[in-house]
T-cell receptor, first 111, second 113 residues
Framework: GQNIDQPTEMTATEGAIVQINCTYQTSGFNGLFWYQQHAGEAPTFLSY????GLEEKGRFSSFLSRSKGYSYLLLKELQMKDSASYLC????????????FGTGTRLQVFP | DGGITQSPKYLFRKEGQNVTLSCEQNLNHDAMYWYRQDPGQGLRLIYY???????QKGDIAEGYSVSREKKESFPLTVTSAQKNPTAFYLC????????????FGPGTRLTVT
């Protein structure tokens, strides 16, 4: 089967850096997504990784290692508004039109 | 403004009633999806459609039905056969060419008592 693991909850302080990890065990790999979801709202797209390495977008960066089945989302200069759930998802190796989501990591940022 | 709309935001129904959730998009996307989100669980795929008049079951299709008569619209019916219908329902769309990310609507929170 396909499996994605993320920590359930994390806390951090405003202005700090936090790394949210995601490991996946799938029979193939066609790309990994990170989404941000504020409570009761729609997930919004943050990043897409298909090749190994780091992709940087402003305060957010995402890293992928296909050989290790591992990704992380790095959030710098944390702000209170970054308090949200962060969802890791991979494209279904058997049907790339589908995404397989992890359970999400709830991040709380404290002043 | 282009986007995905879901209505209503909150919906209450009595057990045993069917209910239809609306999803409309004006992004000209070909593919549309319905997910269910429960506390402590990831998004689970109910149904998806890659083209008008065609749709496929996702991982948890039992107790749900959909139609795709227009490119812009993908309504989801939660039937009385769905054992635990109370959840947050999210609709998403994606263009079939080029980009891979899915764009999500604001969601409908359904409560069945």
């Amino acid at each position: 089967g396909q499996n994605i693991d993320q920590p359930t909850e994390m806390t951090a302080t405003e202005g700090a850096i936090v790394q949210i990890n995601c490991t996946y065990q799938t029979s193939g790999f066609n790309g990994l997504f990170w989404y941000q979801q504020h409570a009761g709202e729609a997930p919004t797209f943050l990043s897409y990784n298909v090749l190994d390495g780091l992709e940087e977008k402003g305060r957010f960066s995402s890293f992928l290692s296909r050989s290790k089945g591992y990704s992380y989302l790095l959030l710098k200069e944390l702000q209170m508004k970054d308090s949200a759930s962060y969802l890791c998802a991979v494209r279904d190796p058997y049907n790339t039109d589908k995404l397989i989501f992890g359970t999400g990591t709830r991040l709380q940022v404290f002043p | 403004d282009g986007g995905i709309t879901q209505s209503p935001k909150y919906l209450f129904r009595k057990e045993g009633q069917n209910v239809t959730l609306s999803c409309e998009q004006n992004l000209n996307h070909d593919a549309m999806y319905w997910y269910r989100q429960d506390p402590g669980q990831g998004l689970r795929l109910i149904y998806y459609s890659q083209i008008v008049n065609d749709f496929q079951k996702g991982d948890i299709a039992e107790g749900y039905s959909v139609s795709r008569e227009k490119k812009e619209s993908f309504p989801l019916t939660v039937t009385s056969a769905q054992k635990n219908p109370t959840a947050f329902y999210l609709c998403a769309s994606r263009p079939t060419q080029g980009q891979y990310e899915q764009y999500f609507g604001p969601g409908t929170r359904l409560t069945v008592t």
